[in-house]
């Protein structure tokens, strides 16, 4: 597989997102959290593919714990680089700089803990709003407990301000055939230029991309006839709607990894088999944007979703 330099670090191009290993995660779950001999199979099978990173956070269950673990019991821990992100808790308001440093030592702290780490390799903010704390975190980084610092965000004004600020070595950003938000904006040209890595989310709209027509909530029903499109695109090319989703943003100049969530075997090898693909030719590329008429946020950040029934 592919690998991307990033500082110090050799990033694969494909990382290993970890949500639903803490949690029931995604608008097309319907499997559930994956057993933990689940989760150790398809780290074992990620690495044994070239998968050398996997994203995490803090605030994703008991997926910590989980990688920990299994990074132990497979001998993995100085192999693979964690990305994980602070504690979503941290409050909007202005906090004393000894407070901002002790929550954020304290939410570092414990994602040690559970990782097994000495270290956390990369380490971000959840949300925009707590880039704020910055400072506390380079502190850290300071003292040998933190890599590299950055942040999670998800509209390309805050990624451009923050690009900008020169504190950010790495950004998270969601992008997709839905979505060009980020693109339109320059936000990867920029990261490039400014040598900040791009770790890409979200490139299936958290399973929206293949939910059952009738199973889409009717707020985010607009997205049916784009997808009409894009399948059609995809049938024209002979590859599967997947397949055209992850060639699109592996097209996209200046990103770094790519994001993508499994829960079982069968989907981690598929991913694999897909990365192993070329990017989507230019042309293929311009009709996919042609195709896509600008989505509201309603159904472009998953924030601003009606909640997920049970099934």
Not at 62 to 89: C, N, P, W, Y
Not at 103 to 129: M, N, Q, T
Not at 283 to 297: E, F, T, Y
Request: charged content about 25%; proline content about 5%; hydrophobic content about 40%.
């Amino acid at each position: 597989m592919k690998a991307n330099p990033f500082a110090d670090l050799k990033l694969s191009q494909m990382m290993l997102g970890t949500a639903q290993f803490g949690l029931s995660y995604g608008i097309a779950n319907r499997s559930g959290q994956p057993s933990y001999e689940t989760v150790r199979d398809i780290i074992a099978c990620a690495y044994q593919g070239g998968v050398t990173c996997l994203d995490t956070a803090a605030g994703y269950g008991t997926s910590e714990e989980v990688i920990g673990k299994a990074l132990s019991e497979l001998g993995l821990q100085d192999k693979v680089v964690v990305i994980t992100k602070i504690m979503r808790h941290l409050p909007h308001k202005n906090i004393s700089s000894k407070d901002a440093d002790n929550l954020v030592r304290d939410s570092v702290l414990l994602s040690l803990k559970r990782l097994r780490l000495k270290k956390l390799p990369v380490c971000l903010f959840h949300a925009e709003e707590r880039f704020r704390y910055i400072e506390s975190l380079l502190k850290l980084k300071e003292k040998g407990l933190v890599g590299h610092a950055g942040v999670s965000v998800m509209t390309p004004e805050a990624a451009d301000q923050i690009i900008s600020s020169g504190f950010a070595e790495a950004i998270q950003i969601p992008t997709n055939i839905f979505d060009f938000r980020f693109t339109k904006k320059g936000i990867f040209q920029k990261a490039k230029r400014r040598k900040v890595a791009v770790f890409v989310r979200s490139i299936y709209l958290q399973g929206l991309l293949f939910l059952k027509d009738k199973a889409i909530p009717s707020q985010l029903k607009k997205v049916i006839p784009v997808r009409k499109k894009l399948q059609s695109l995809a049938d024209e090319a002979g590859i599967s709607l997947a397949e055209l989703a992850l060639r699109y943003v592996l097209g996209i100049s200046g990103l770094t990894s790519v994001v993508i969530g499994v829960d079982s075997l069968e989907q981690m090898r598929q991913n694999l088999s897909l990365f192993a693909k070329r990017p989507l030719n230019p042309g293929l590329m311009k009709r996919i944007s042609d195709a896509v008429p600008a989505l509201p946020n309603t159904i472009l950040m998953p924030n601003k979703w009606p909640p997920k029934r049970e099934p």
